[in-house]
């Protein structure tokens, strides 16, 4: 008896992951920020849609004084990709936390 010739079998395609929503894309970036880095994020203060995924603008305490209002505090932005991957990030600003903006 001849021996049947195996077919491949159809292959499915596995739907595209969903890129992350904007909360989930700043926790990813607040997480894979602070293990990089010495310091732990204090909030999210941005999170912009780009064509390669998302920049978050992530706040972190970076040295702790007493009073409070003179600690200094850095805004790191944080590039994360349509998985939520962190593809890069840089600190940007450093100041006071008393300190004002300038307008």
Do not use: F
Not at 23 to 33: M, S, T
Not at 87 to 100: D, K, L, N, S, T
């Amino acid at each position: 008896m001849a021996e049947r010739e195996r077919r491949p079998s159809p292959t499915k395609t596995s739907p595209r992951p969903r890129p992350p929503r904007p909360e989930e894309a700043a926790r990813h970036a607040c997480e894979q920020l602070a293990s990089l880095i010495v310091h732990e994020p204090e909030g999210v203060c941005g999170v912009t849609r780009n064509e390669d995924g998302w920049v978050v603008s992530v706040d972190v305490l970076e040295v702790a004084r007493i009073p409070d209002t003179t600690s200094l505090l850095a805004t790191y932005e944080v590039h994360i990709d349509q998985r939520g991957e962190l593809q890069e990030y840089r600190r940007v600003r450093r100041y006071r936390r008393g300190a004002a903006d300038d307008c």
